[in-house]
């Protein structure tokens, strides 16, 4: 068997659970501080929720009993994970957030919760909540922090800081919570440099996981707004492989690459025209790594390891 060049969730779902582990999308009805004036207002400038396909005039219950079917007869899966995806779904009273999670125990074959949200909206009690539910089930918290540096930050409107990431992934570190990185590849102001500087403040936290998404431009955003006053300057799909093959570089072999690269409903797309040619693009990014010879975690920790590819698990 042919040695993976990097380690998947996929990969993980089979290893652990022995077969295809799905995710269910839902929408809670969250808002963010950055939209309702507690921190900003208009959200991220690349942000429309509508690009996930949600079903927000349903109970969480029934879209999570609709995602199941669904999900068993297009991909076969047999064990879910109930993904509270839309805006910040931290950004309520623990005792909220306690019930709003705990319909997970109403459905034995979901094994697992997967949780987004931003650093800035983890306090500690909600922390707190949220590993009484990983005892039991497998619990994921997904953290926005899209670039490392500030001003990248302060120019999407994200509205926290990387040391509140920081901060907040420490504090989740040790209560059994699995926790996944977001990050943005192509920003139109950042160097090369800066985009692998992200990938290695993320490879130096407590992480298990990464999901890397190339920029993109969805209508109704802001972004787009600005791409029609001034067009926005997108990587091409060989340049934002090249990127991305050097940042799994620089991840730790042992985490787990939950997305690299990022797609949206057609009729919501205007720009990159690439965006949603998934197996090409992972194509390419495999295509350059095996290219250099290289691998996951070959230049992690600033060091070259010669080992060659590690033989991770392939199915």
């Known amino acids: 068997m042919k040695p993976k060049l990097y380690r998947t969730i996929r990969d993980y779902w089979y290893e ?41 005039n349903l109970s969480v219950r029934d879209q999570l009993a609709i995602g199941i079917v669904r999900a068993r007869k297009r991909y076969r ?13 931290t950004y309520g009273s623990p005792d909220f957030l306690q019930e709003l999670y705990s319909i997970i125990y109403e459905f034995p074959d979901v094994i ?19 590993q009484g539910f990983a005892s039991t089930h497998e619990v994921w918290l997904e953290y926005g922090l899209e670039s490392s540096r500030n001003d990248s930050l302060k120019r999407l409107n994200r509205a926290h800081t990387f040391e509140e990431f920081k901060d907040a992934v420490l504090r989740t570190a040790g209560r059994g919570i699995k926790i996944a990185a977001h990050t943005i590849v192509g920003l139109p102001w950042e160097k090369e440099a800066d985009m692998l500087q992200t990938a290695r403040e993320v490879a130096s936290l407590p992480v298990d996981g990464i999901k890397i998404h190339n920029l993109h431009i969805v209508r109704g955003t802001a972004l787009e707004q600005m791409h029609h006053r001034s067009p926005v300057r997108l990587m091409s799909m060989e340049e934002y492989a090249a990127v ?15 997305r690299l690269t990022a797609d949206c409903p057609d009729s919501l797309l205007v720009a990159p025209d690439w965006c949603n040619r998934k197996k090409e693009i992972v194509a390419a990014i495999e295509k350059e790594l095996e290219s250099r010879r290289s691998y996951q975690g070959a230049l992690y920790a600033g060091f070259e390891v010669s080992a060659g590819p590690r033989a991770f698990v392939s199915h």
């Open 16 to 56: 652990r659970y022995g077969g295809r582990v799905q995710k269910i999308l839902l929408d809670a009805g969250f808002t963010c501080p950055n939209r309702d004036g507690t921190k900003a207002v208009g959200g991220c400038i690349y942000c429309n929720n509508d690009s996930f396909n949600f079903s927000p």
């Open 77 to 89: 899966a047999r064990k879910f994970i109930a993904y509270f995806q839309a805006y910040t779904n």
């Open 112 to 130: 697992g919760l997967s949780i987004g949200t931003r650093p800035d909206c983890v306090p500690d009690k909600v922390l707190r909540v949220i």
């Open 244 to 258: 991305t093959a050097k940042i799994v570089e620089i991840l730790p072999p042992q985490m787990l690459i939950l």
